[in-house]
């Protein structure tokens, strides 16, 4: 399983388990990147995959927010 696979299902995961509710933003792509060590473009694919699930939504220069 791909870096980006392994991010995305434990976001997933955090998300169906209440972890982050409806409504809630999501850490920071940076702060996201230093919690799974990896690189910000890595971050942005896991999180693109849940966007185009709408699963979550961005706003732009806000951050990443939890679908309602």
Same mark, same amino acid.
């Given at each position: 399983?791909? *870096?980006?696979?392994? =991010?995305?299902?434990?976001? @997933?995961?955090? #998300?169906? &388990?209440?972890?982050?509710?409806?409504? +809630? *933003?999501?850490?920071? =792509?940076?702060?996201?990147? @230093?919690?799974? #060590?990896? &690189?910000?473009?890595?971050?942005?694919? +896991?999180?693109?995959?849940?966007?185009?699930?709408?699963?979550?939504?961005? #706003?732009?220069?806000?951050?990443?927010?939890?679908?309602?």
């Amino acid at each position: 399983m791909l *870096k980006y696979e392994t =991010i995305y299902h434990s976001l @997933l995961q955090k #998300i169906q &388990s209440g972890d982050f509710p409806a409504g +809630a *933003k999501l850490p920071s =792509i940076r702060g996201l990147s @230093l919690e799974y #060590i990896c &690189s910000k473009s890595t971050i942005i694919s +896991a999180l693109k995959r849940l966007e185009e699930q709408h699963i979550i939504y961005s #706003i732009p220069k806000s951050g990443y927010y939890v679908v309602e």
